[in-house]
């Protein structure tokens, strides 16, 4: 049995709403999706029954605010971890034909206060690693930052929410976004560490589907600017090198792009690079950004709490060309009363098996 899994688990999610554990949550939950992506917040949606026995008599239960409420901490667990820490946004009532009514709770991360915040302004003399300290602390959270690259002279943030700003700049950097509690990580991929995770078809990974698509794919990518101190333009280019550390398993996308169809290069035009530093960064993210997207699955599993976004899973019984390791770049919990509870993921990866 994995180290992760314990024999007798709960088969329903347990929830915290205001610091305060609420077991009659628990026992009224008729649907939950918990959910997140590589490129936005994480998000809840849990649907509870909402008649019966309330203050000595019947009615609805939940109408009265006292738990549910907006902008509570609204915390959901599978097994004991934490698989969603947000607060509540949205309440809405249901009341379907032939039923008792129901009340369905909508909860975003913290990340939605960056999303919502929207500037025009300049930073000088500012890292990225400093740009993400600054603004964590803004919205009141912890940083946590393992991020390299030099001091930007002037970094501009034009009509752009704090998120969408954070985001640019940690893609720029090869690194992942995300948020833990009140704590905000952002860390360069090869730095993050998670125990390894393995999913087997036919055993606990219940459902698979895979692709390998070429035609997103290119050989090169180029991004163009202009140095301001040198006064004059840069052009620098990434080619399948940029990759080659994470596709030791096969062949990645830009290879047999190369081998299939020939030379495909491609302009990278929406980033201002100003130096021929920046352009490399931004030609090589685009190009990985790219080339992970070559191998992409859709998979359905027993849940489990460890699948999340930016996890590096192992699926195996999928055959030469898809088995593997991949990392996950969505990941949504589920439980309704047909089903119990699964987990729902979709991964990617930028290199397909040797036949």
Known sequence: ??????????????????????PKLDSGLLRLACGETEAGLAHCEAEFGNWGDAQGG?????????????????????GGTTVFDGRIMALEA??????????????EDRLQDLR????????????????????????????????????????AQVNQSDLALLRSRVFANDGELWLEGKTLHAAKRASRTDAQLELVHGAR???????????HQRTAVRCT???????????????????????????????????????????????????????????EAHLRACARRFVRGRGMADADARIRVGRRITLQGLGPLFSGAYGVVEACHRFDLAQGLWTEFVVERPWIGNP
Do not use: Y
Request: glycine share 8%.
């Open 1 to 22: 049995m994995d180290d992760g899994r314990a024999a007798i688990a709960s088969a329903r999610p347990a929830f915290t709403v205001g610091g305060e554990d609420r």
């Open 225 to 283: 600017g202009w140095d301001v101190s040198s006064k004059q333009a840069v052009s620098e280019s990434a080619g399948s090198s940029a990759i080659a550390s994470e596709a030791s398993g096969g062949t990645s996308g830009p290879q047999l792009l190369q081998q299939a169809l020939g030379e495909r290069e491609d302009v990278f035009a929406h980033a201002v690079p100003f130096d021929s530093g920046a352009a490399r960064d931004w030609a």
């Open 58 to 78: 019947t009615g609805f239960l939940w109408f009265d605010r006292a738990t549910l409420d907006f902008g509570k901490d609204f915390v959901v667990k599978i």
């Open 205 to 215: 990974l219940r459902k698979m589907e895979v692709c390998a698509d070429l035609a």
């Open 116 to 155: 919502m915040t929207r500037r025009t302004r300049v930073f000088d003399q500012v890292s990225d690693a400093d740009l993400v300290q600054q603004l964590a602390n803004d919205h009141g959270l912890t940083p946590q930052v393992d991020l390299a690259g030099g001091t930007h002279k002037v970094l």
């Open 94 to 107: 249901r009341f379907p034909p032939q039923a008792p009514p129901t009340i369905v709770v909508r909860a």
